[in-house]
């Protein structure tokens, strides 16, 4: 039995948005109308940022039936409402009927779904994007930063001209005590495992220090990238999208449309990806965003996953994920079977405005080049 099946994190939505930047993703992958594309469904948000770019397929996977859920309830919103009630429903915009216009998607639910939500009208009132286990954790760290850092500070930040002001902002109001206490004991280990659960952190070295990590890569973005234009930095920052420009992709008004036109295309799958994957025949999909669910599994599970992944994957398939924590790539043992774009994967990885991960992977399968290995080794053992 896998071990995340017990845990207490999936007895509910965990992710209420997803927190990796789509855009890398869609520029890596390069999704065009032929493509079946697998991901992970998290928050739902970038497997609907998915369909804009109109691919034959999107299949949807999570091991936590809640996270399915809650994409079900996010293409039903696409397919009854229009865009600025979505905005409504799901608390970007402030709402008194949030409940009323539940009621006008819930016969669109699946079975399951429906009976979920229809028990959530606390969630649905509040705003559906604000109810998963970590968006709370993001709005506590949120009210500790107004509390040790100080709105003004926070305004600063997105009142600034360039990185310029706000490198200077950073080191002169940020950069203190509070700042490096907040970040050594909200951001520890110890504080994420209580919330989260240690099996996410397993394979993670006991040396490594979180707050020194997740403080470098604040740092990082605070000053790099434009929070006005990061909707991961605005919704930590603020507890909501003000602007128009750091709205989520799958809730850019330009991509309404789209979206909306392809919501048939997705299918929705609860379970591991190893008992999906085995299940299919080979040459099934040919984009893959595995998110960073890697580091969570053992070297051995990793590498058994990714030959899994090979077989069913259709020639010249492109796969994409994250190392948040833990480095994970394909090991040497696959390399004839999958190559590394290194290149584009840094050059993505610098604009990534979602700057949490410390890594960005991309990876094509070469079927080809495997198949012409393997003739070859047993031409040479009858010789």
């Given at each position: 039995m896998n071990p995340f099946k017990r845990q207490s994190v999936f007895e509910d939505i965990l992710y209420?948005?997803?927190?990796?930047?789509?855009?890398?993703?869609r520029e890596a992958l390069g999704i065009a109308g032929d493509d079946?594309?697998?991901?992970?469904?998290?928050?739902?948000?970038?497997?609907?940022?998915?369909?804009?770019d109109s691919p034959r397929k999107v299949i949807a996977l999570d091991l936590n039936p809640y996270q399915n859920y809650l994409?079900?309830?996010?293409i039903n919103c696409f397919r009854c409402l229009e865009h600025d009630e979505i905005l409504e429903l799901l608390g970007v915009s402030p709402s008194e009927r949030r409940h009323t216009l539940y009621m006008k998607i819930r016969n669109g639910l699946a079975p399951a779904s429906k009976s979920y939500w229809n028990r959530q009208r606390g969630k649905i009132e509040k705003g559906i994007i604000h109810s998963g286990r970590f968006e709370k954790y993001m709005q506590m760290i949120r009210v500790l930063l107004k509390l040790t850092i100080?709105?003004?500070?926070?305004?600063?930040?997105?009142?600034?001209?360039?990185?310029?002001?706000?490198?200077s902002i950073f080191e002169s109001k940020w950069n203190n005590l509070r700042w490096r206490f907040l970040t050594k004991v909200i951001l520890s280990r110890a504080v994420m495992s209580l919330l989260f659960t240690k099996a996410f952190f397993a394979q993670l070295g006991a040396n490594l220090s979180f707050g020194d990590h997740f403080a470098g890569r604040a740092r990082k973005a605070l000053i790099s990238l434009n929070p006005r234009e990061s909707s991961f930095l605005t919704y930590i920052l603020l507890g909501n999208y003000p602007f128009e420009e750091g709205l989520p992709q799958y809730l850019r008004k330009h991509n309404y449309d789209r979206i909306r036109k392809n919501l048939d295309r997705v299918e929705l799958v609860t379970g591991?990806?190893?008992?999906?994957?085995?299940?299919?025949?080979p040459d099934s999909i040919s984009k893959f965003n595995f998110t960073n669910i890697f580091e969570w599994m053992t070297k051995d599970e990793f590498e058994s996953l990714l030959r899994e992944t090979v077989r069913v994957a259709k020639k010249n398939a492109v796969m994409t994920y994250r190392n948040l924590l833990v480095h994970r790539e394909h090991p040497r043992s696959l390399d004839n079977s999958i190559k590394s774009d290194e290149t584009?994967?840094?050059?993505?990885?610098?604009?990534?405005?979602?700057?949490?991960?410390?890594?960005?992977?991309?990876?094509s399968i070469e079927k080809e080049k495997q198949t012409w290995d393997i003739r070859l080794s047993k031409q040479t053992a009858e010789i």
């Open positions: 209420a948005q997803c927190w990796e930047d789509p855009s890398m993703d079946t594309v697998f991901s992970i469904t998290s928050g739902g948000c970038n497997v609907l940022a998915f369909l804009a994409l079900d309830l996010k100080g709105k003004r500070a926070i305004r600063d930040m997105f009142e600034a001209k360039d990185s310029s002001e706000r490198e591991s990806c190893g008992e999906y994957f085995a299940s299919l025949p584009l994967a840094i050059v993505l990885h610098e604009s990534d405005k979602s700057f949490i991960y410390n890594n960005y992977v991309i990876e």
